[in-house]
């Protein structure tokens, strides 16, 4: 399938079925997507937005997150799982990051306590660079499709920027996760529902999931 309609395809269902990936607010600046991806991890989207909601009504830059105590942190994010280990790593992001230029590099940002390729991939693609964020959604999917066949994140993200141009590479991960959110989902996909039907070499084989 050409690799523009399959993510307009994925696009188009995601934000027909309302998929929260869609729904968050684009007016967010990069550090924000940064923090808001660290709370993000192992935690429901709803969760994810009251921390952030909270975080962003009280701070209104990392240097000002560096200024604040842990305990405060801990305070504003407790809605999310794991909520003083993600304190410790948002204090100590802001606390790098304090009076310096925002990254714009994926080994800038891997250098960063706690953050790892999704995330970095996460911010980046946001910012307008080249990059596939693969989280949970879009290396399942692939693999679902058959347009990559691999075992790792990592792998998945290498085979996805060989299939899409590199102008499609920022639309892949919103593309993929609303997709997964509302047709693809982890357990029980909507086979008989999905435009992909025809074309994904799962399709039949519901029982193995
Ligand atoms: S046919 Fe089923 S497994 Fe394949 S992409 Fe669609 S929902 Fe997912």
Redesign the pocket.
């Given at each position: 399938m050409d690799p523009l309609k399959l993510v307009e395809l994925m696009e188009e269902e995601g934000k027909k079925r309302n998929a929260p990936v869609f729904l968050h607010n684009s007016s967010l600046e990069p550090w924000q997507i940064l923090i808001a991806t660290v709370l993000s991890a192992r935690t429901r989207d709803e969760q994810t937005a009251k921390a952030s909601e909270n975080m962003f009504s009280k701070a209104k830059s990392l240097d000002e997150i560096a200024e604040m105590e842990l305990d405060e942190i801990e305070r504003l994010i407790k809605p999310v799982g794991f909520y003083k280990v993600k304190a410790k790593r948002i204090k100590a992001i802001a606390e790098i990051l304090k009076g310096k230029k925002f990254p714009e590099t994926i080994e800038e940002l891997l250098a960063l306590p706690g953050v790892g390729r999704k995330t970095a991939n996460i911010v980046l693609a946001y910012m307008g660079k080249p990059a596939i964020a693969v989280d949970t959604h879009v290396h399942r999917?692939a693999n679902?499709?058959g347009i990559v066949n691999t075992k790792k994140p990592e792998q998945t993200e290498e085979e996805l920027k060989k299939i899409f141009p590199v102008e499609l590479w920022g639309r892949v991960n919103s593309a993929f996760v609303g997709?997964g959110q509302t047709?693809?989902?982890p357990r029980n996909?909507?086979?008989d529902?999905?435009?992909?039907?025809g074309?994904?070499?799962?399709?039949n084989?519901?029982k193995d999931?």
């Open positions: 999917i679902r499709l997709f047709v693809c989902l996909p909507k086979c529902e999905c435009p992909l039907n074309f994904c070499k799962s399709s084989l519901k999931f």
